[in-house]
């Protein structure tokens, strides 16, 4: 499975859910079948106020 990642490095939000993405990874069962790309983008913090963001 091909997971992309689209992250912005200094945004806090992307932090907390890059921790969580990893957390969740180890736990996984098939993590060795997992292929995971990470990109880099910034993000405008006003966009970000816009939109609901879900972290579980």
């Not at 992309?4 to 969740?24: H, N, Q």
Request: aromatic fraction near 18%.
């Amino acid at each position: 499975m091909k997971i992309e990642i689209w992250s912005d490095l200094v945004c806090p939000m992307c932090y907390i859910g890059k921790r969580k993405f990893e957390t969740a990874l180890a736990q996984f069962q098939f993590k060795n079948f997992v292929q995971i790309e990470w990109k880099s983008s910034e993000f405008s913090f006003t966009d970000l106020r816009k939109t609901v963001l879900y972290i579980h």
